[in-house]
């Protein structure tokens, strides 16, 4: 069973930073790339950041160096840092895996969802 757990939101002033973790269970972690989303309220979800399984990464254009996405292949888990937080950063922020390779060797034709950790950044 694939299940992708975030941690790490919270209520933060505007320049302030957090670290949000994903960890990751059900699937060869290391062979997978694993994707940051964020949703804001009345607007539509959005890639934030992506790192592959060999650890290139790729942001989104708005994210402008203030975000780093990295993994820890050992501890099955992906990190998103962010610096200098703006309250336009506030959001509920996803973890995200498609199509994962699983420990059986299988690709799951499946995309698969964490529940979100909240990230609210006052002005």
């Known amino acids: 069973q694939v299940q992708l757990v975030e941690s790490g939101g919270g209520l933060v002033q505007a320049g302030g930073s957090l670290r949000l973790s994903c960890a990751a269970s059900g699937v060869t972690f290391s062979h997978n790339d694993m994707n940051w989303y964020r949703q804001a309220p009345g607007k539509q979800r959005e890639l934030v950041a992506a790192?592959?399984?060999?650890?290139?990464?790729n942001y989104a254009d708005f994210v402008k160096g203030r975000f780093t996405i990295s993994r820890d292949n050992a501890k099955n888990t992906v990190y998103m840092q962010i610096y200098s937080l703006k309250p336009e950063d506030t959001a509920v922020y996803y973890c995200?895996?498609?199509?994962?390779?699983?420990?059986?060797?299988?690709?799951?034709?499946?995309?698969?969802w964490g529940q979100g950790t909240q990230v609210t950044v006052s002005s």
């Open positions: 790192v592959g399984s060999g650890g290139s990464t």
């Open positions: 995200n895996i498609k199509r994962p390779i699983l420990p059986t060797g299988w690709r799951s034709g499946t995309e698969y």
